[in-house]
């Protein structure tokens, strides 16, 4: 599918899309006229369709420099009167949470839709904490679509919501909502002009105490008034199979593995699907629960449905049996299946399971954990932050390391790893060991990262006087979530032109004297500004600069440069360097030689020099494509 | 009705885009269809596995042991697939060994690839093809998936015929990126000739 399709305004056609496009189509037909977003997986691909698609659509769209900025940027439009999306991964609100917290209490003008996407089983995540606690934790109401078709519709709905009491909406999907791809049913695109203009209102935005004080009655009295509408809500629907006698209360995307398991084993089941999950529908839950006697929960991470079940039985004096994972039937981690639904069901009721999977005992092959491209100037940097290290004869040294592309440093053969906890943590945590310890400190961070979350830590560090080497592995996009432009880019989200924020010139004016840029191609030089920087004592900063390998990959394609480089066999002293210490995946072993994959070689030609091969064996091919 | 398939490789070898070809083509055909792709880390390099449901599933994670296909678009990714898949599930294995670096940093090379294929045919139907051949052979590696996608469909195993794929093609290639899949599909198509097929 073409990013344009999207922006069609017909209604009868169905497109065959991801959760998150569909997510993007919605943002158009709930006629959202500001969004912004810094990338995350599993939410990465709504913010890439919009970066495509909303200049056309006159939506204002950004990516932003972190999910805090991103947040205040949607709010504040959103308090001028626009319809505002500000959408981010599960623990991208941890770093939006200040201001999401009090925009509760404030309350907004137009709608504000706030999407966190989960990810349960941690596919490309830190941890995989249940962002639903922050309804409960802001007041503010919640949305679980369980696939794309919902995604899109709910997402419209969320709006309602939002305008109907002026509040901020939590829009919650998960990894298998967001990335799983159906045909949806588009609606019509709505083109409504809003009049975009602040008025103060009194100071209703000025969270100070005086007016925070009158603003949580209120906001406790908005949610009170959402309860009705959340008992009433279309989203919250009760679908019967067969005589219907179990009774099930499920949301976002337990709610398909349960319904595989109903139809495979055929149960007899009255299904209450929640996606407007808070305000708890409570009357409409307590007058499910007085209708079975057997109250089974189907939902993923944290009891946080069961839990309210479980009260409003008891405030109702409802006495059901409950079923959940309070009491041990259901697991409070990872991602559901429909096998392992299967499972826990088979306990509850009592039934046997037949084993479906073939069973062969064959060996586990060698794994293929996640790895740098080939052509990445990220390997480049590590394989010459190792060598340095070694060369100075460093022990005992500490790898702050970052969320990024380089997180994978982490990985054999580099082990360049010890630490990665948040966004821009790898300074913050090196100011921590500097003070706390004598070892050496090597922290890594991204253009995108250092921009995020690194500008203040870099202040710490400095106006402490720590020692440590930095080096930003700077490759000019935010790969590792689908290369989005960041600061550091002359261009914004649109295609616009922008302004380049310089990573040297913010570290210079914060004070750092010793500064290396270098071109991770060339392993000379930047062995050669790694050393100089591990020597230094302070803050010493390498740029080690190169643009990521697809966007090079591209480019070389596109200009018909694209070459490749393949190794002589006779030169080759079989030293194994390139594939041991260097690990490149479009080299290998293969019937006692070393042999580049021509498909997979990217032509950087880092392996070429001496550093990695000292036979110089490895030349520019012939065959170049 | 209910169809299931595994699609599993390396990153970059085009999976993802062989499970929206296969699904493209079944919705077309007014099945009802979901599929799931799952990212992982890496841009490239690291195994990445898409499932396609075609018919009346909800969910996009195929059971354990329902699969009807396991396409595999490399011998080791196969490998790694079997404890999903049942005694009914067929195998399309592309031949062509990527080698993960974890085998180089320990001076390892590729498992022998018969002996793979023999122990897998012990316990499934495979029909292991020689993709990458066929795709340089249609004019472009990239082509792969379009081969393994035709080789599916001769088998029988999907609800859908040349025809469906074929205007799944049309609606995404034109020009010479056309040509090439549309050679690259006829290959897959005939690379299965009797007795060339392996079944326990």
């Known amino acids: 599918m073409k990013i344009e399709e999207l922006l069609v305004n017909e209604t009868n056609i169905e497109l065959f899309l991801l959760g998150n496009e569909a997510i993007a189509r919605g943002a158009l037909e709930a006629g959202v006229m500001a969004a912004t977003t810094y990338p995350g997986t599993p939410s990465s691909e709504v913010g890439d369709v919009l970066s495509g698609i909303s200049r056309k659509a006159g939506m204002y769209f950004e990516f932003s420099t972190n999910e805090k900025v991103a947040f205040e940027v949607a709010y504040a439009s959103a308090i001028s009167g626009l319809r505002s999306f500000v959408f981010m991964k599960h623990v991208g609100l941890n770093v939006a949470s200040d201001p999401f917290m009090s925009s509760a209490y404030t309350g907004i003008k137009a709608g504000l839709v706030v999407m966190t996407a989960d990810d349960p089983s941690m596919f490309s995540s830190q941890n995989e904490q249940d962002n639903r606690h922050y309804g409960e934790l802001a007041h503010v109401p919640v949305v679980e679509p369980s696939n794309p078709q919902e995604a899109k519709d709910f997402l419209i ?81 009760i679908e019967r199979y067969g005589t219907g006698e179990i009774g099930f209360i499920t949301s976002g995307a337990a709610y398909n593995s349960l319904m595989d398991v109903i139809n495979m084993r055929k149960l007899d089941a009255t299904v209450l699907k929640l996606g407007f999950t808070y305000p708890f529908p409570e009357n409409l839950v307590a007058d499910f629960m007085k209708q079975h006697s057997k109250i089974i929960i189907v939902e993923e991470l944290d009891p946080i449905l ?35 639904v299967e499972k826990s069901l088979s306990e509850i009721l009592g039934f046997n399971i037949t084993q479906h999977y073939a069973n062969v005992m064959i060996e586990e092959p060698a794994p293929r954990p996640p790895v740098l491209c080939p052509g990445c100037p990220h390997r480049a940097t590590f394989y010459a932050v190792k060598r340095a290290v070694r060369m100075l004869n460093l022990k005992n040294v500490i790898y702050s390391s970052d969320i990024g592309c380089y997180s994978l440093g982490t990985y054999e053969p580099f082990n360049e790893g010890d630490l990665i906890i948040s966004m821009g943590s ?108 591990l020597k230094y004592h302070g803050v010493s900063i390498v740029i080690a600069k190169r643009e990521c390998a697809i966007l090079r990959d591209q480019k070389m394609r596109k200009e018909k440069k694209w070459i490749t480089y393949n190794v002589d066999q006779e030169k080759c002293g079989k030293c194994m360097n390139c594939v041991e210490n260097f690990s490149c995946p479009a080299i290998s072993l293969q ?30 091919a012939n065959n170049a494509k | 009705m209910q169809n299931n398939i595994i699609i599993t490789g390396v990153g970059g070898q085009g999976v993802i885009t062989a499970g929206t070809l296969i699904s493209d ?127 599916a469909i001769s088998t029988g195993v999907l ?42």
């Open chain 1, 426 to 533: 790898s300074i913050g945590a090196a100011s921590g060991f500097a003070s706390a310890t004598s070892q050496p400190i090597i922290a890594f961070i991204g253009d995108s990262t250092f921009f995020h979350a690194g500008i203040p830590a870099l202040i710490n560090a400095v106006h402490n006087g720590e020692k440590m080497l930095i080096v930003v592995m700077d490759n000019r996009t935010t790969a590792m979530t689908g290369r989005q432009p960041n600061p550091g880019m002359p261009v914004k989200a649109s295609g616009e032109l922008a302004t380049e924020i310089s990573i040297e010139k913010i570290a210079r004016a914060i004070g750092v004297e010793h500064i290396s840029n270098v071109d991770p191609y060339d392993l000379a030089s930047t062995l050669q500004g790694i050393t100089a920087g």
């Open chain 2, 25 to 151: 083509a079944a919705i077309a055909k007014g099945l009802k269809t979901v599929m799931s792709e799952i990212h992982g880390l890496a841009q490239r390099g690291g195994s990445v596995s898409v499932d396609v449901r075609l018919g009346n599933a909800y969910g996009p994670i195929i059971p354990e042991g329902e699969a009807d296909a396991l396409i595999a678009f490399e011998p080791m990714e196969a490998l790694r697939n079997l404890k999903r898949v049942g005694k009914k599930t067929i195998i399309i294995v592309s031949t062509e060994k990527l080698p993960p670096i974890s085998l180089g940093i320990r001076r390892m090379e590729y498992p022998d690839i018969n002996e793979m294929m023999e122990n897998m045919a012990e316990n499934f139907t495979i029909y292991p093809v020689d993709a990458k051949k066929l795709a340089m052979e249609a004019g472009n590696y990239r082509a792969l998936n379009v081969v393994l996608v035709g080789v």
């Open chain 2, 159 to 200: 609800p859908l015929n040349v025809d469906d794929i074929i205007r799944a093609l049309e609606r995404r290639f034109s020009g010479k990126l056309m040509d090439i899949n549309m050679k690259a599909l006829q290959l897959g198509i005939q690379a299965i000739v009797p007795g060339h097929v392996e079944t326990h």
């Open chain 1, 306 to 340: 069961e839990a309210r079940t479980r009260m409003v039985a008891q405030i109702k004096k409802i006495d059901s049996e409950i079923y959940g994972k309070l009491d041990g039937y259901f697991s409070m981690s990872h991602e559901y299946s429909p096998d392992t």
């Open chain 1, 591 to 620: 019937d006692g030689g070393i042999v580049i994959n021509p498909n997979l070689c990217d032509g950087c030609g880092v392996c070429a020099q001496v550093y990695v091969c000292p036979f110089r064996a490895i030349e520019v």
């Open chain 1, 157 to 237: 709905k969320a709006f309602e919501i939002s305008e109907l009491e002026r509040i901020p909406v939590l829009f919650r999907t998960t990894t298998r909502v967001s990335h799983m791809r159906e045909a949806v049913k588009l609606g019509p695109v709505k083109k409504e002009l809003f009049a975009s203009f602040f008025e103060p209102d009194s100071g209703r935005y000025m969270t100070l105490p005086s007016s925070a004080y009158g603003n949580k009655e209120k906001l406790i009295e908005k949610m009170k008034r959402l309860s009705p509408v959340s008992d009433k809500s279309d989203m919250n629907r």
